[in-house]
C-alpha cells in the first residue's frame, strides 16, 4: 500500500512565493490565467515534504487540480519546469525536432518531443537540437551525456523568435546505453558558440544494429544532457522514440 507523507510547511513561503512567481512571469504556466493572488504551490514529485525549490511549481488551482486528475501528466509538469529553469541559465534548450530527410523517422502528431520510426532502412534516429549561449563569453559545446529507458510494449504510446534561420553546424553520432544506464561521449570536435548566439547541430543515435530501433516493439524515453566548457550540463526535456506518451509498467499493490 502507498503511505501518506508527512506534509512540512514551506519555510519563508512569501518569498518562496515570490521566487516561483517570478520564474512563471506571473502567468500560470499551463494557461494565461494571470490572476496569481490565487496561485497554488505545486510539488511537482508529489512529495510534500521536499520543498526544494527545484521541485516546486506555482500555477492556478484549475491546472493544479488537472495535474491532480492527471489530465496534465507528470513528465508534462517536469518538463515544463525544466524550461522555466533553462530560461534562467548560461545555454538554453529552444527546440528538437527529427531530420526526416536524413533518417526514417517521423514527430507523432499532438505530441511534444515524441517521434516514430517509419523506414525501417534507416532506423538511427537524428535528431536537430536548437539552443542559445545566454552568457557573455564564448563557450564550447564539449560532452553530450544520454540516457535511455525502455517504455513497456503493450501501449502505444518555445516561443523564443531566433534572428534568423538556424542550420546545423555538425552532426554528433552518439550510441544508444543499455536500459537506464548513462552513456557519456566526450566530443573530439568541440563546437564553439560566441556569446548571445543560437546554435544549431545534429545528434544521430546509433546502436549495434537497427533492430535496437525496431517498431512496435523498441520504444523508449531518452534523456540528452549537454556538456559546456567541461563545467556545466543543460538538461533537455525528455524525447519519446516509437511512443506518443510516456509510461511506466503497471503496478500493483498489495498486503504483505
Not at 494571470?34 to 497554488?40: A, L, T, W
Not at 553520432?173 to 545534429?202: C, H, N, V, W, Y
Request: one cysteine or more; glycine letters at 4%; charged letters at 25%.
Amino acid at each position: 500500500m502507498k503511505r501518506n507523507k508527512k506534509r512540512i510547511p514551506i519555510p519563508k513561503v512569501a518569498k518562496v512565493k515570490a521566487e516561483l512567481q517570478k520564474e512563471i512571469g506571473s502567468i500560470c504556466p499551463f494557461c494565461t490565467n494571470d490572476d496569481v493572488g490565487h496561485f497554488q504551490i505545486h510539488h511537482i514529485d508529489e512529495d510534500p515534504s521536499n520543498n526544494d525549490t527545484f521541485n516546486l511549481l506555482l500555477l492556478c488551482p484549475t491546472c493544479h487540480s488537472k495535474i491532480t486528475k492527471e489530465d496534465i501528466s507528470k513528465q508534462d509538469v517536469i518538463d515544463k519546469k525544466l524550461n522555466l529553469r533553462n530560461k534562467e541559465s548560461l545555454v538554453q534548450f529552444i527546440s528538437v525536432s527529427i531530420d526526416e530527410e536524413n533518417c526514417g523517422w517521423r514527430p507523432f502528431r499532438n505530441a511534444t518531443n515524441a517521434f516514430e520510426a517509419v523506414k525501417e532502412q534507416s532506423l538511427f534516429p537524428i535528431f536537430n537540437f536548437s539552443l542559445i549561449n545566454n552568457s557573455s563569453k564564448t563557450l564550447l559545446l564539449t560532452s553530450v551525456r544520454v540516457k535511455a529507458k525502455n517504455l513497456p510494449i503493450g501501449l502505444s504510446g518555445s516561443n523564443i523568435p531566433l534572428p534568423n534561420i538556424l542550420r546545423p553546424t555538425i552532426t554528433y553520432k552518439i550510441k544508444m546505453p543499455s536500459d537506464g544506464e548513462i552513456e557519456e561521449t566526450i566530443l573530439q570536435d568541440e563546437l564553439e558558440i560566441p556569446s548571445t548566439r543560437a546554435f544549431k547541430f545534429k545528434i544521430e543515435l546509433y546502436a549495434e544494429s537497427m533492430e535496437a530501433f525496431k517498431p512496435p516493439f523498441c520504444k523508449y524515453a531518452v534523456f540528452f544532457e549537454f556538456g559546456f566548457n567541461n563545467e556545466f550540463l543543460t538538461e533537455i526535456p525528455m524525447i519519446l522514440l516509437n511512443s506518443s506518451k510516456y509510461y511506466e509498467e503497471l503496478r500493483y499493490y498489495g498486503l504483505a
